[in-house]
């Protein structure tokens, strides 16, 4: 089932709007501006962005949304192309805080097909910068950098490679707020296991993280274990496991946890617990996101899948 039904219409807080080139900027404060190749004969990402950036509001844009590129449908090549336009007009757009790399919906290409490359310069390119997020986790790559002013760091992906994760813990984020992985199935490349997440569990990484999302795990009772007996969960104000395979071993787990009651939220929605589940995780007394849990299926023979693997 497709997972993705349209593009973002709010990113980083901001209303996105498609770019028109024969129109130009109208706004950009407020505003994220989403570009992508439409199928028909209209200009690339890259092209796009050229003209963007001729526009005289483009100085005060705050946000851009990137969507399907070119030779990503039509040749399948990864996202250096667009990583490099970026670079390349920087200083054009003083004023970016924010970067979704992918708003890309699975009829168009699915998430695993996304193929991205290092992301790194543009956290380089764009001191400024206070949100990224990227979808698609092949190729997927972050070479070290330091980053002073970076809250939100969202890598959405069918399958993130432990090497991955290994290079987002080399990345120097001291001012993080916001850390959500998907971390996906193993068929898709998601060869994670928990002891690849432990940098960020023993809690030296980001000392102003408020917000994990460790979401769309094979793998989500050991990590649910893993938070809860670690020391960051003492600074956390939500832990996001949505979408991932929390059942009766994980739940109970939390529940006898007394530093998961120093959450303010917890988030175990798409999983696979029942209403017993539920129940106890409310007696918590914390804000509990519980909806839209899934079913084992009897030809599934017992098994549980992340939400978001294709």
Known sequence: MSYYYQHASVFASRTVEEFDPQQGLTTAVGTAIALRYQYDGSHDVPESLALLVKDPLAVKL?????????DLIEGGDNSSGVVNALVAVADRLPNLKAIFLGDILSEEYEISWILQSD?????????????????????????????????????ETGGLSEDAIAEI?????????????????????????????QPILEGNLYPKLKYLGLRNAQYTDEIAEAVGRSRIIHQLKTLDLSMGTLGATGAEFICSCAAIKNLDTLNVSENYLNNEHIAKLASLKINLISGHQKEIEAYDEGERYCSVSE
């Open 62 to 70: 705050e946000a851009l949304v990137i969507g399907v590129w070119k």
């Open 119 to 155: 992301i790194s310069p543009v956290l380089s390119a764009y001191p400024n910068l206070e949100w990224l997020r990227v979808r698609g986790g092949s190729g997927l790559e972050f070479s070290p950098v330091e980053h002073d002013n970076l809250k939100y760091l969202i890598i």
């Open 169 to 197: 813990c080399e990345l120097q984020l001291p001012n993080l707020e916001h850390l959500e992985l998907w971390l996906g199935s193993d068929n898709y490349g998601g060869d994670s296991t928990v002891e690849d997440l």
